[in-house]
């Protein structure tokens, strides 16, 4: 840098009549001021003082045209050289060079980039910036790139026209893109490059020699496995696997918890492509929630391993679910549920009807319901569904003990009839307190017309309802079922009740006039108690098996029914919070739904002053901490929800925390898997004839990075001249002090003089 010119310069020049009238003012200033002192001093003493005061006015109209000095300075500028490096996933590909010589290509750039003659020329030639694939800026190190690719798609176009807005107004010699030339976009013309304002200098790596790619890829494809099951029941898991490449070959598939095999069996693949669905069997020794991974061992001249394992969720609990059902009557609702949940395997059903005598109880022998309902009994039991009876078929002991159970955390399930839900039914009993519902007077109306219920917002969002995750789809397929016919007509419900389905006929003795209640539910205690009006769920199996069809649906609801009864699917009643996800598995960049649940029955101590704030933050598996805003539910003041889109597969941790002036009064945590995606594996072959296209689109060259001396064609034919320029650089003086020190000096000269000769 120089200085070449040098010149005064003005930044504000005024019109000249305000410069005339300017200086007729100072004029006039000036004779009035000293029209004295020439009077009462001597000549030469008036004149000096009279040019001390000219000066000092010369430089504050000095000032008023803002004066500076300009340097005009010229500078060498080096080109900068952006440099492209490609981190997908495709480049942690294994390929062939020649026959026995093999290559990971992420590894050999990295070692390129520090180790090659030809990047150390760049280096000394250029300013050289560093960009990954998705066009953001990384540090000029390849200790700084991370250990193994990571980003699961590549768009060659969007990175380059990001490097090229970065690069805009700069003194840039052009683009080095070094890839494997694998796009995932599916993008057919690149002819948008000709428009590129950089040549594109393109690196990358051989095709297969004959077009032939020796390697081999295995892959598992999908694990179905069921969610649950019980300590030392076998679960049959299916793996789907697959094999790319020209090899025949024989390899073990097992099941792996924590890096610990639990089962192995050995598959066999045929030449050439092959996929195959292998069962494996697993007996799980323990209860808990774990996390298992179904693997495949890298082989030799394997292309990636990362697609060799995919992990799955399974709940294994220690005992069943212990289910107790009472029924007054062998009506269509007991013989078609009780077949229900004794074809669950994860159910352990007793059911009881009563006998001929109206007091008496009997399946197995002959029981009172004061011997069935007892504290020793239900101790043992997880829920207990009561049908339709008369409140005296039991004494009030039975009820008490029953209350109390609830209270203590059990889930009881009450089947609408004629008689439990009437005036003269369970609301006669100690069990009046548990409905979630209010009782009709005058005596049971039953509502004959048909119908489909309406789930709530409520409803849609409840375990007993979820399905496919998404709620509207739900919905639907809930509102495909056959209708239903019959309701208990009751008057509505309690303050802490919740409603998860309606009959779309409006009760005129409610409130609001909305329709019947169909399904309602509320806490007790540590327990829950749900009440179903209807008495025909039966349809769904016995109409659709009529039709031939599966009746998927009825099974699925009292099984996802009764494990949310049992406590098994949500957080127990001592519990404050509550977090959940739509499902356990997601495909990458898919809507992860949460909802995070307050129990109002579980107390918090200051809760009744400051209003909590509840804090949502997600935990990836790359440990990087994402903090979610939960909105606030419209609908209920004690649940929340947040979305989140993951960016990529693996296991991720959610933690829910309820804060008051920065104290942690609750906390809840879950997690979700995600698996990533394969389209960076789907071709394993790398494209040079599309990097070749590119180089050739934006004038740039093109050089196999295992080609010597074309990379070194490549490195010299880079355009590496510096480029001369200069610029203004002004330097004010109008505002230094020195104008205002010489201005004061003046000043202070004048009224010395004068003072001292007495003109003052």
Known sequence: MKCIFASLVFQKMNPPWFWILLMTGCLLFLVLTYRDIFRLSKRKLAWVLLLIRCLGVLLLLAALVKPGWQDRIEQTE????????????????????????????????????DLSPHAQDLKKRFEVRWFDILGKEIPPDSAALPEEPAVEQTDLIR???????????????????????????????????????????????????????????????????????????????????RKDGPAKIEVPLSIERAGRTLVSQFVRFDEGAAEQTVNINYTPEEPGDFVLTAQLPPQAQERTTVNNSSMFKLRVEADPIRVL?????????????????????????ISFVRSASQR?????????????????????????????????????????????????GGGLMILGGYQNLSENGLIRTPLADLLPVEIAEGGMQQID???????????????????????????????????????AAVKGIKPAATVLARHPLANPQSADQEGYIVLATQPFGKGVVTVLTADTTWRWSRLLRLAGQSDALYVRFWSQMTRWLSHRDMVTAQTALQISTDKALYQRGSRVAL????????????????KAALELTIYTPDNQTIPLTPASDVTNVNRWTAAY????????????????????????????????????????APNPALM??????????????????????????????????????????????????GFLILVTVEWIVRRRNQLI
């Open 692 to 741: 070749q296209q590119i180089a050739r689109t934006t004038g740039g060259l093109y050089a196999e990075i295992t080609d010597d001396p074309a990379v070194r064609k490549l490195v010299e034919s880079l355009p590496g001249e510096p480029r001369i320029t200069s610029k203004a650089q002004t330097t004010q003086i109008w505002n230094s002090p020195t104008l205002f020190i």
């Open 78 to 113: 080096i080109p900068q050289l952006a440099v492209i490096f490609d981190n997908s996933q495709s480049m942690s590909l294994a390929q062939p060079l020649r026959p026995g010589d093999w290559i990971h290509r992420y590894p050999f750039v990295r070692d390129w980039i």
């Open 449 to 487: 017309q048909p119908f489909r219920f309406d789930l709530t917002y409520e409803g849609r969002r409840h375990p007993a309802f979820a399905i496919t995750g998404d709620m509207a789809q739900d919905a639907r397929l809930w509102n495909s079922l056959p209708e239903l016919k019959g309701v």
């Open 360 to 408: 008496e109880i009997s399946v197995a022998g002959v029981m009172t319901g004061s011997e069935l309902l007892t504290p020793e009994r239900l101790e043992k039991i997880h829920v207990v569904l009561l049908g339709d009876f008369e409140a005296n078929m039991m004494d009030d002991s039975s009820y008490a003990a029953l209350k109390t159970w609830v209270e203590n």
């Open 645 to 684: 889109f993951p960016g990529r597969g693996g296991r991720f941790q959610v933690l829910a925390r309820l804060l008051r002036s920065g104290s942690d009064l609750a906390n809840q945590q879950t997690e979700f898997l995600v698996e990533g995606s394969q389209i960076e594996l789907e071709d394993p």
């Open 595 to 610: 909802t995070v649940t307050r129990n109002p029955a579980v107390m918090l101590p200051g809760e009744e002053g400051e």
């Open 325 to 349: 059902y009472i029924e007054g009557i062998l009506r269509p609702e007991y013989k078609f549920l009780r077949e229900c949940l004794s074809r669950d395997p994860d159910v352990d059903l």
């Open 159 to 241: 990175a380059l026209q990001s490097v090229s807005g970065r690069l805009r107004g700069r003194h840039a010699a052009g683009v080095l893109l070094i890839s494997d030339g694998r796009d995932t976009t599916s993008r057919e013309n690149y002819m948008v490059l000709e428009e590129y304002p950089l040549p594109v200098y393109t690196v990358s790596f051989p095709a297969p020699a004959g077009g032939v790619d020796p390697s081999i890829d295995l892959s598992v494809v999908s694990v179905d496995c069921p969610s649950r099951t019980l300590v030392h029941n076998t679960v049959a898991i299916k793996v789907q696997l």
